[in-house]
């Protein structure tokens, strides 16, 4: 467990694992060779000991010693805090700073000392904070674009009728559709119109009338209403028959 | 009752019978709105075809 300068090949939770009981800490594989080669050199338990800059935060950059894992984990809890404070959701807090330590603990070697670790420490977490909560604001935009596409469904099936509720266009009987079904060009008119539909309609159609996924599983995964679900897969099967109707069945006539 | 049936709302039950079973008053309506409708037959036929493709396409793949 200790000598992993072989290579390996720890995982992440391994680095994790050993990080709580890590007196024995060597160094990850990959590591930059001239550290590996102090590691290697130097007595494993002189890094056990509290190199914690919280104590003595000038003297890191007088100090050659590279901190230890126990170092940076010793801050977890203060970047905890501060992440929360940010975030202000724990589970995202906790997400965040794990990946902040393993920047830090992947990036050991460019931490010159001469601030404080922790300085380090919440500079990289300040950087995987503004990257999730850019995330998040991308996942709350993309989620208001289905309300677009709900309008415009609504507005494709009114489209297609009458006030008093009569087609617009007759609907014709198709000429002998299953026999496109050994056409392997109509399966690629077929694709072409179900690219054509709306990014998130297009998805739940294809989840529902493709998979056969269940509709309460297909709203919950796109977190949409059930009421909204149904609006886009009959917009997604209208126009899907429309499309055909149009690209390979002659179009409409009458 | 009846009255009220006509191709949008005939339209409308065709694409929620593929999700839900429709009640038998629905279904009634359906039935002898079809009865004297076309173009609702042939929507319904389009709609059944689109379902047996799609599903071919999913479980199949297009032929080759």
């Known amino acids: 467990m200790v000598s992993c300068l072989g290579g ?26 001239p550290l590996i080669s102090q590691f290697a050199a130097r007595p494993v338990a002189r890094y056990s000991r509290g190199m914690n800059d919280r104590a003595k935060p000038a003297s890191a ?29 724990a589970a995202q807090a906790e997400e965040v700073v ?6 830090a603990l992947e990036g050991l070697a460019g931490f010159s000392g001469k ?26 935009a993309q989620r208001l674009a289905p309300k677009d596409e709900i309008e415009s469904a609504e507005a494709f099936f009114d489209d297609l009728f009458s006030v008093d509720g009569h087609r617009v266009t007759p609907t014709e009987a198709w000429q002998q559709p299953d026999k496109a079904l050994e056409e392997k060009a109509f399966f690629a008119a077929l694709e072409r119109c ?35 679900c149904w609006v886009m897969l009959h917009r997604a099967r209208l126009g899907l028959r429309e499309c055909l109707n149009q690209t390979w069945f002659g179009g409409e006539r009458g | 009752m009846t009255d009220d049936m006509n191709c949008k709302k005939a339209t409308r039950l065709l694409l929620e019978a593929e999700d839900r079973e429709l009640s038998v008053a629905e279904l009634d309506q359906l039935d002898y709105h079809l ?30």
Request: charged letters at 25%; hydrophobic letters at 40%; glycine letters at 6%.
């Open chain 1, 194 to 228: 179900m690219d054509r539909l709306p990014a998130t309609t297009g998805r739940v159609f294809f989840k529902r009338d493709v998979l056969g996924h269940d509709t309460d599983t297909i709203c919950k995964e796109e977190n949409i209403t059930a009421s909204n």
């Open chain 1, 8 to 33: 390996c090949g720890w995982g992440v939770s391994a680095r994790f694992a050993s990080a709580s009981r890590s007196e024995f800490w060597v160094g990850p594989d990959g590591f930059k060779p």
């Open chain 2, 35 to 64: 009865a004297e409708c076309l173009c609702c037959q042939n929507m319904k036929a389009q709609f059944s075809f689109l379902k047996r493709a799609l599903d071919r396409y999913g479980k199949v793949g297009p032929p080759t």
């Open chain 1, 98 to 103: 794990q990946e902040a330590l393993l920047a």
């Open chain 1, 61 to 89: 950059a007088a100090s050659p010693t590279p901190p230890t894992f126990a170092d940076v984990e010793s801050h977890r809890d203060y970047l905890i805090r501060y992440a929360r404070a940010q975030l202000r959701d």
């Open chain 1, 115 to 140: 601030s404080a670790l922790r300085t380090w420490l919440t500079a990289i977490l300040r950087f995987k904070i503004i990257d999730l909560q850019r995330e998040l604001t991308a996942e709350r």
